[in-house]
Every structure is written in C-alpha cells, then in structure tokens.
C-alpha cells in the first residue's frame, strides 16, 4: 500500500501503487516512476529429472488414494511416534 506524508503537497510517499507507479525516494527527494516488468526473466522449464520425480510422486499419491482406510490407518499408527521409548 502507498504511504504518503503531506497529501497534496507530495511531501513523502513510498511503495508501489499497483502494478502502474512506483513512488521513491533517493537522496531525500521523492519523485514517482512507471511500473517497468523487470527483465530478462526466462521461463522456467523443467529437467528431466524433475519431470520422472513428479510422475513418481503422482503415482505414490494415486497408490495412498486406491489403499483402503484399514492399511492407511495401519500405516498412520506405524509412522507416528510414541512418548516414553
């Protein structure tokens, strides 16, 4: 949200209204710029790799939905910890 000190006179303001002005102050003045996207930010693509670990992960989850709740409680009290030793 844009801070403002002395509305209508522009004393002071700060932070971005949006994604359509920028107000900012640099050497005690405070001025105000357009927006501008930043640059040269390349879409990310996906290794191989992490492509095969996805599908490993799509399919364990599919495997837990397909279990029936008997062994998916059996599995719950197995991997949860108890107090004491």
């Known amino acids: 949200m ?3 000190t002395g509305p209508l006179h522009s004393d ?3 932070k971005q209204l949006g994604k359509t002005l920028i107000f900012k ?3 005690g003045r ?3 710029t357009n927006y501008k996207k930043p640059g040269g930010v ?3 693509t996906p290794s191989t790799t992490q492509l095969i670990m ?4 799509k399919d364990a989850r599919d495997a837990w939905a397909g279990l029936p709740d008997s062994d998916k409680t ?3 009290d197995f991997v ?6």
């Open 2 to 4: 844009v801070r403002i």
């Open 12 to 14: 002071g303001a700060s």
């Open 25 to 27: 102050t640099k050497a």
């Open 30 to 32: 405070s001025f105000l």
């Open 42 to 44: 390349k879409k990310f």
């Open 54 to 57: 996805r599908d490993y992960m």
């Open 74 to 76: 059996a599995w719950r």
């Open 80 to 85: 949860t910890p108890r107090r004491g030793g």
